[in-house]
Every structure is written in structure tokens, then in C-alpha cells.
T-cell receptor, first 105, second 115 residues
Framework: GIQVEQSPPDLILQEGANSTLRCNFS?????LQWFHQNPWGQLINLFYIPSGTKQNGRLSATTVATERYSLLYISSSQTTDSGVYFC???????FGAGTRLTVKP | GAVVSQHPSRVICKSGTSVKIECRSL??????MFWYRQFPKQSLMLMATSNEGSKATYEQGVEKDKFLINHASLTLSTLTVASAHPEDSSFYICSAGQGLSYGYTFGSGTRLTVV
């Protein structure tokens, strides 16, 4: 099956800073989604983005399907952005290892 | 938006008993549902893919007789952990989708503790 790699594994930011999270995938995909897992385990769907660019408030995402990567941008980070960010790819939704983000006040 | 309900959210059971977890799509018909297992501070590991009306497709290394999946309707899939043992303790999460163009929505997860 497809391999999904995320970087960095851990990220510590000061509140107000911007960040970029990356997701690489080993083959072309029909589906790519970004999620935020909150401390209670709930996966919050951030973007469905197999290609192109989308924005939602302080978050935006870009997928370059031909180069097999996707980026999640977080601007003006807040402490509530802390948690684990996952990307999942392809028809059977394979997950990357995640990026653990900590935003300090 | 699409809502997926998963029950129970937490269950504690004795070793040797069976536990059933339900995953329901509340406002859409889910042709495909996925079941995942997540260990602390790790990623989600796909266990099986469930398609309505057909047998589930299990990932390599997942015991079919231990983790029984039934997708009896377009809105309900169940995962039964048969004869649970302490090593089955984990966080189990389901997801459901209407089709590729819509993405997948996740349930809130079930934390299983086998004592």
C-alpha cells in the first residue's frame, strides 16, 4: 500500500508564530485529508484536499499531486492549536505518523 | 455536515468477554467504513475496510476471528472484539465516507480497557 510520511515529528512554537507541516506520499492519490486530533482523541477534519489549495481561517493547505506532497500552514498559532496533526492518503486512508504541535503562551 | 456516531466511548471489560463497538453514519449513507486502532502516542493503524453487504477486508496481521466486523447496512458497521484480553486494550476509531469526493469523517473513538 501507499506510504505516508509526515514531518517534522514534533514542533514547538511560541504563540503567534507561523508553521508549515509536510506530508509526503509514495504514489498518486485520489484522496488526501488533514486532521487535528484533540486531547480526547477526536479527529477533526481540517481539509479534504487531493489537489490544489484551500483556506479556512488561519489554516490553509496545498497539495501538489504531481510531486506527491501536501503542506498544512498554520498562521498566528494559538495554544488551542496544540495537538497532533495527521494526514491520511488514498482510497483506504493510510495515516502518516503525525506531527505533534505544542504552542506555548 | 457529515456526522459519525461511535458507541460506546469507553468500556471496561473482563478478560475473556466480547465487546461490540458500533459506528453509525447519522446523516449520510456510508458505502465504506474503516476501523482503526491507536496505541498511546502513536498513529492510527488501519485494521480493516468494511463495505456494506460484503465481507470486510482485513489488513495483514489483523486476526479476523478476533476482530469481527459486520457492515449490515449503509449506516451501521460494528466491530466485535471476541474473547478480549489485556493486550486488546486500545483506542478504536471508525470512519465513514460517502465517496471519494467527500472525504471521510471519523467517530469519536472507543477506549477499550480489558482487565
Amino acid at each position: 500500500g501507499i506510504q505516508v510520511e509526515q514531518s517534522p515529528p514534533d514542533l514547538i512554537l511560541q504563540e503567534g508564530a507561523n508553521s508549515t507541516l509536510r506530508c509526503n506520499f509514495s504514489d498518486s492519490v485520489n484522496n488526501l485529508q488533514w486532521f487535528h486530533q484533540n486531547p480526547w482523541g477526536q479527529l477533526i477534519n481540517l481539509f479534504y484536499i487531493p489537489s490544489g489549495t484551500k483556506q479556512n481561517g488561519r489554516l490553509s493547505a496545498t497539495t501538489v499531486a504531481t510531486e506527491r506532497y501536501s503542506l498544512l500552514y498554520i498562521s498566528s498559532s494559538q495554544t488551542t492549536d496544540s495537538g497532533v496533526y495527521f494526514c491520511a492518503a488514498d482510497n483506504d486512508m493510510r495515516f502518516g505518523a503525525g506531527t505533534r504541535l505544542t504552542v506555548k503562551p | 455536515g457529515a456526522v459519525v456516531s461511535q458507541h460506546p466511548s469507553r468500556v471496561i471489560c473482563k478478560s475473556g468477554t466480547s465487546v461490540k463497538i458500533e459506528c453509525r453514519s447519522l446523516d449520510f449513507q456510508a458505502t465504506t467504513m474503516f476501523w482503526y486502532r491507536q496505541f498511546p502516542k502513536q498513529s492510527l493503524m488501519l485494521m480493516a475496510t468494511s463495505n456494506e453487504g460484503s465481507k470486510a477486508t482485513y489488513e495483514q496481521g489483523v486476526e479476523k476471528d478476533k476482530f469481527l466486523i459486520n457492515h449490515a447496512s449503509l449506516t451501521l458497521s460494528t466491530l466485535t472484539v471476541a474473547s478480549a484480553h489485556p493486550e486488546d486494550s486500545s483506542f478504536y476509531i471508525c470512519s465513514a465516507g460517502q465517496g471519494l469526493s467527500y472525504g471521510y469523517t471519523f467517530g469519536s473513538g472507543t477506549r477499550l480497557t480489558v482487565v
